[in-house]
């Protein structure tokens, strides 16, 4: 029987505690001490990747399509984040999920992932 896709609302998250080397460097130079938009982007599309992985039926895989994010505020090395994705629009080809990645002092960005389905190793 073939697994069903995620619902729509269902949730999948992770923390991860902000490190040195999830700091804002560019072109090998520290920009700023806090946390980047590029380890936001990395931790949405890890967090969207667990809504759908207990999804995926034999033969098939997922990968990112599409990742829109909003920085709205910085978090500091040391602290706990939490990253939720949550089924938004889900049919054959993809899941859409809204993300969002909340802080102690609030939320620190959110935005959207799409996951598309693909065949496995189609992409080796």
């Known amino acids: 029987m073939a697994r069903q896709r995620p619902a729509i609302g269902e949730e999948a998250a992770l923390e991860v505690t902000v490190t040195d080397a999830m700091l ?12 980047s938009t590029v380890s936001m982007v990395k931790h949405v599309e890890e967090a969207s990747r667990l809504l759908i992985e207990p999804h995926l039926r034999d033969g098939e895989d997922g990968t990112g399509y599409a990742v829109s994010v909003v920085h709205e505020r910085p978090a500091r ?13 889900v049919d054959e ?5 809204e993300v969002e990645v909340e802080g102690p002092a609030g939320r620190v960005g959110r935005g959207t992932v799409i996951q598309r389905y693909v065949r496995s190793g189609q992409l080796a």
């Open 24 to 35: 804002v460097d560019i072109l090998g130079r520290r920009i700023h001490p806090v946390y």
């Open 93 to 97: 080809r993809e899941c859409e999920s």
């Open 77 to 89: 090395v040391g602290e706990r984040l939490r990253v939720v994705a949550r089924a938004t629009r």
